[in-house]
């Protein structure tokens, strides 16, 4: 038995939404014409009727007020004047008949003269009572819309007059306003139909030809991508209003829940940050700050023949920041290590020498000199912080500042013992605050001596304060002018030719992400006075 080949049907793609609306609007359309064609059909025919039961009554009305109808009536032979005479009216008026009775029924006249004598068809009991009425009636000429009404001489019924137009007639001239009521339905069905078709093609080309349940898909996709993103994700229409904010977005930038919808200049982000995210051109990888993270922002505005918003993702840098930190220390201490080896190789090389010349009292006064001085400043630091991490970056950033010429001195009344400092106060904080006081002293302190033959200086005071810690770095550079002491802060301040101006804008940060100050005074030697005070929550111990 042959095998019989297996194929696989590719399922057959959904109709776009857009299709199914024009789908759906073509048949809505057409069903509304048609309903309305057929009301003006059966409202057309209402008024037919109507207008034909108002002819034959203005006619029948006229013939039996007609002088000449009462004077036939008395006549001993009324056919021979009356059926002329109806004859006549019927043609002039357009009815189907003129019938003119006696009150007993029998027809003095007719359409058909075969029909005089005979018995009139249709009810007259009304119009002998001497009352005028209509009604619809099948009568030798057809079904009919027909009037009867008596004719009086002097109070007395001497005849009946009956006038009708046949439904046949009235059906025609229906039918000729039917034609045009069908060209107008026709019209207004391909108008709608054009129109529907217009806007449907918008619809799909804002659509993109996606069916009812792609969208949805697409909907509950966009919003668990929304919730299982890690990086902040926040979008901004051509008003600069907040369309979308996922909840990334909204830890990292502090943003209450409501967001959505207001304007991006109004929920109180710092200046460069909220400039940032309204720029017209595209922003990659720009590093800012909030209260309480460094955030990378990237934005890219949303184009489609006009600008149409702007897509903001956040990536939270604060670890990644606080680790650099600690890296550059560590690099700052490897470079320490690395000069002390180089000055300490140059020292050995200058005691071997005296040595070769015969000097070795002098040799060993430069070697006691040289270790009593190195020694001098460990022992200071190491005596007055007892906290290992700053006593290493000071111990760092002594040797840094003094291979750069700069005099770093710890105060006399510095002093942090060991275990001083609570866990929740994290040492690359301390890192971040201490280590960028003095690099910014230092880099003030050899500009504010450049061209005046003064030796720069930094002064380092480290102590426990009435239950805070306090830091305070002070340099003999140039100072800060009062007019800048609010911008110091901000990120992106510096008087450096390189650099991003990060550097205090960290420690501000850290040093309210852990309930401090940072202060800002003129120091003795004449530069800047740089005070933190981070509280310690200390325990007390019975």
């Known amino acids: 038995m042959p095998r019989v080949p297996f194929s696989r049907r590719t ?90 009775m006696n009150p007993q029924g029998i027809r003095w006249t007719h359409p058909d003269e075969s029909l005089i004598g005979k018995h009139f068809l249709g ?42 137009i046949t439904v046949d007639t009235i059906s025609h001239q229906v039918r000729g ?20 078709y217009v806007a449907n093609r918008r619809l799909r080309r804002h659509t993109h030809g996606m069916a009812a349940t792609e969208l949805s898909q697409m909907y509950d996709y966009h919003q668990a991508t929304l919730h299982a993103v890690r990086e902040g994700l926040v979008l901004l229409d051509a008003d600069r209003r907040v369309a ?24 109180g982000l710092p200046a460069s940050l909220t400039g940032a995210m309204l720029a017209a051109e595209p922003r990659v990888d720009e590093v800012h700050l909030t209260a309480e993270r460094v955030v990378v922002v990237n934005t890219s505005p949303v184009r489609g023949g006009e600008r149409r918003g702007t897509v903001v993702t956040l990536r939270d840098h604060t670890d990644l920041q606080a680790l650099t930190g600690e890296l550059d220390s560590v ?90 400092l609570p866990a929740e106060l994290a040492a690359r904080d301390l890192v971040t605050v201490l280590g960028n006081l003095i690099d910014n002293a230092i880099d003030a302190a050899i500009d504010g001596s450049a061209g005046n033959g003064t030796r720069p200086r930094i002064e380092v005071t480290a102590r426990v304060d009435g239950g805070e810690l306090l830091l305070r770095v002070a340099d003999s ?25 990060l550097g205090l804008a960290l420690v501000e940060q850290a040093a309210r992400r852990a309930g401090g100050t940072v202060g800002l005074d003129r120091a003795a030697a004449g530069g800047a006075e740089f005070t933190v005070r981070l509280p310690l929550h200390l325990e007390v111990r019975a």
């Open 11 to 100: 399922p057959s793609r959904p109709r776009s939404l857009a299709g199914q609306l024009f789908a759906m609007q073509v048949v809505i359309v057409a069903a509304v014409v048609a309903g309305c064609a057929v009301l003006a059909y059966v409202n057309a025919h209402s008024r037919a009727e109507d207008a034909a039961r108002d002819q034959v009554v203005a006619a029948a009305v006229a013939v039996a007020d007609s002088p000449a109808v009462v004077r036939a009536a008395r006549s001993a032979n009324p056919s021979a004047a009356l059926q002329p005479y109806a004859e006549k009216v019927r043609k002039d008026t357009g009815v189907a008949f003129v019938t003119i």
């Open 177 to 196: 306003q039917l034609t045009a009521l069908v060209g107008v339905a026709l019209a207004a069905l391909a108008v709608g139909g054009l129109g529907t």
């Open 244 to 267: 979308l904010c996922n909840d990334a977005a909204r830890e990292l930038l502090g943003l209450p829940e409501d967001v959505v919808g207001r304007y991006m200049d109004q929920l």
């Open 477 to 501: 550079g140039h100072g800060v002018d009062p007019a800048t002491i609010r911008e110091v802060f901000r990120r992106g301040w510096t008087t450096k030719s390189e650099g991003h101006g």
């Open 331 to 420: 690099r700052g201490f490897a470079e320490a290590l690395r000069s002390q080896a180089h000055e300490a190789s140059n020292r050995l090389h200058t005691v071997v020498s005296l040595i070769e010349l015969g000097r070795a009292g002098e040799a060993v006064d430069f070697a006691t000199a040289e270790l009593e001085l190195a020694q001098a400043l460990t022992d200071q630091v190491v005596a007055a912080v007892g906290e290992p991490v700053l006593a290493a970056l000071l111990l760092g950033k002594a040797a840094e500042a003094s291979e750069r010429g700069v005099e770093l001195t710890v105060t006399e009344d510095s002093s942090i013992d060991d275990g001083v």
């Open 123 to 164: 009810h007259i009991g009304q119009a002998q009572r001497g009352e005028t009425f209509t009604e619809t009636y099948t009568g030798t000429l057809g079904p009919s819309v027909r009037v009867v009404t008596p004719v009086k001489d002097g109070g007395k019924i001497t005849a009946l007059v009956s006038v009708g």
